[in-house]
């Protein structure tokens, strides 16, 4: 089965379309952001995760005025490799989550457990997009109804919190500040 998502961000002009491919063996992502923030940007990322929505691995690739760049994040059995090489300093990272998209956000809302006040804290191997770079970096995830939850950054961008809608897949429908799902 396959799903075609687009987001377009509110606190710019910019759109992601997204293809969502379930197999039994897994879950592949391709997309495609444009952005005319940070001087403008195209950046695709590839994500495949496995049947329980854990992330593998995720590609990505950036074109901008500077050139063109490349980023491989892969998870090991003890850890995270980027670009081929071990990261330690991303040991017990549980999910990556990219920046410039509100898809790795459906990563630990599957995880969160229901009911209101529910919450769920975890570090990510957070990859900033327009720079290609990686750091761990801490969030949390707090239930706040059906459909509903609250994001609180607890690492690299500390205070930041922000209402995210969410349909029955776990997908972000609307990310306060900054995304907003397209029909």
Same mark, same amino acid.
């Given at each position: 089965?396959?799903?075609? %998502?687009?987001?377009?961000?509110?606190?710019?002009?910019?759109?992601?379309?997204?293809? #969502?491919?379930?197999?039994?063996?897994?879950?592949?992502? +391709?997309?495609?952001?444009?952005?005319?923030?940070?001087?403008?940007?195209?950046?695709?990322?590839?994500?495949?995760?496995?049947?329980?929505?854990?992330?593998?691995?995720?590609?990505?690739? +950036?074109?901008?005025?500077?050139?063109?760049? +490349?980023?491989?994040?892969?998870?090991?059995?003890?850890?995270?490799?980027?670009?081929?090489?071990?990261?330690?300093? #991303?040991?017990?990272?549980?999910?990556?989550?990219?920046?410039?998209?509100?898809?790795?956000?459906?990563?630990?809302?599957?995880?969160?457990?229901?009911?209101?006040?529910?919450?769920?804290?975890?570090?990510?191997?957070?990859?900033?997009?327009?720079?290609?770079?990686?750091?761990?970096?801490?969030?949390?995830?707090?239930?706040? /109804?059906?459909?509903?939850?609250?994001?609180?950054?607890?690492? %690299?961008?500390?205070?930041?919190?922000?209402?995210?809608?969410?349909?029955?897949? /776990?997908?972000? %429908?609307?990310?306060?500040? #900054?995304?907003?799902?397209?029909?």
């Amino acid at each position: 089965m396959t799903r075609v %998502l687009f987001w377009q961000r509110i606190d710019l002009p910019g759109l992601e379309r997204l293809e #969502l491919s379930a197999e039994p063996e897994g879950i592949t992502a +391709r997309s495609t952001v444009l952005c005319q923030g940070e001087g403008g940007f195209r950046l695709d990322h590839v994500w495949q995760l496995s049947p329980d929505w854990r992330a593998l691995s995720v590609a990505v690739e +950036r074109w901008d005025a500077q050139g063109h760049g +490349r980023l491989l994040l892969e998870r090991t059995d003890d850890g995270w490799r980027v670009d081929g090489l071990p990261r330690p300093d #991303l040991d017990g990272a549980e999910e990556p989550d990219l920046s410039v998209t509100p898809f790795c956000n459906s990563f630990p809302i599957r995880r969160l457990p229901e009911g209101p006040g529910a919450s769920l804290t975890l570090d990510t191997a957070f990859i900033d997009g327009p720079a290609l770079t990686v750091a761990r970096s801490r969030q949390r995830y707090h239930r706040q /109804g059906p459909g509903r939850c609250r994001y609180v950054d607890l690492g %690299l961008s500390a205070g930041f919190e922000a209402d995210l809608q969410i349909d029955d897949d /776990g997908l972000v %429908l609307r990310y306060e500040h #900054l995304f907003e799902r397209l029909d």
